[in-house]
């Protein structure tokens, strides 16, 4: 509770719901600090906010928060959040979802939402893991990391999250981590307020499953790992290829313009109706 001050405690079903679900030294907490904070800054109502989840151990966000929440099935949340923004689109609609979640069986969902462009704002916490179900492999586990379904070693490779997303059609990518939550906070916030699909991937740590499986040490080592390996991407050019390599970007990584959805289903409707 030390991450939420007296104003952003309000957001908070304390009496409801607490203590939370998640591990000791999970990064998921700080991801949802992180997200009040910028709705917090962007000063916006409970009201005003939707928040719709899938299943898995970040998809229990919605449970702790005090918004209008919705709490689905295993990867539909971008098919529900889809129908809230169409019913609804004054609404700021966010869809809190994990790694497997939005990429295996919510894969066609997610690139589709992607393609469609409808104003929706998706963080996307990558722990690189099946948290909530055992530790199994999930389609960002990288190549020869260990799961409880891969004792040998990971022998596919995991997906690009945000390449993914601008390959789809996404108007606005980013990606912080646990480690640099201010700037994560930054980029929620930058996200809500784009005209579009936005996606930032929040990389996050899971020191129970994935980082004793891997021997990564417990939260602390892996938020040093974290900070190591980020890359912010406006100083990308200035590093050399192979000091890239086992790295990733931060930041913005993609944001231009193209029509919203929403906007456009109401010209179609316009049309059928005889007034353009």
Request: hydrophobic share 40%; net charge positive; proline share 4%.
């Amino acid at each position: 509770m030390a991450l939420f001050s007296k104003k952003t405690h309000q957001y908070l079903r304390t009496k409801k719901k607490f203590p939370n679900v998640w591990c000791a030294g999970c990064g998921i907490g700080t991801v949802m600090g992180a997200i009040i904070r910028a709705i917090d800054s962007l000063k916006l109502s409970r009201d005003e906010v939707v928040m719709i989840s899938g299943i898995g151990c970040s998809s229990r966000m919605p449970v702790y928060v005090d918004f209008n929440t919705l709490h689905t099935t295993h990867g539909r949340p971008l098919a529900f959040a889809t129908g809230v923004k169409l019913a609804q689109p004054n609404l700021k609609v966010l869809v809190i979802t994990g790694d497997g979640d939005a990429l295996a069986i919510g894969g066609n969902h997610f690139i589709h939402a992607c393609r469609r462009n409808i104003d929706l704002t998706t963080v996307l916490i990558n722990n690189y893991t099946y948290g909530m179900t055992g530790g199994q492999v999930a389609p960002t586990t990288p190549f020869m990391k260990i799961g409880t379904t891969a004792p040998y070693g990971n022998r596919e490779r995991g997906f690009d999250i945000a390449k993914l997303a601008i390959a789809a059609g996404a108007v606005f990518v980013a990606r912080g981590t646990v480690y640099h939550v201010v700037q994560l906070q930054k980029l929620i916030e930058q996200a809500i307020l784009k005209k579009g699909f936005s996606l930032v991937e929040a990389i996050s740590q899971c020191p129970v499953l994935y980082g004793r499986l891997n021997r990564e040490g417990g939260a602390v080592e892996m938020l040093k790992w974290q900070k190591s390996h980020a890359i912010p991407i406006s100083a990308a050019g200035k590093v050399p290829p192979e000091k890239l390599r086992d790295k990733f970007l931060t930041g913005i990584l993609w944001n231009i313009d193209f029509p919203e959805y929403c906007k456009e289903y109401d010209k179609v409707i316009a049309q059928a109706q005889g007034k353009m």
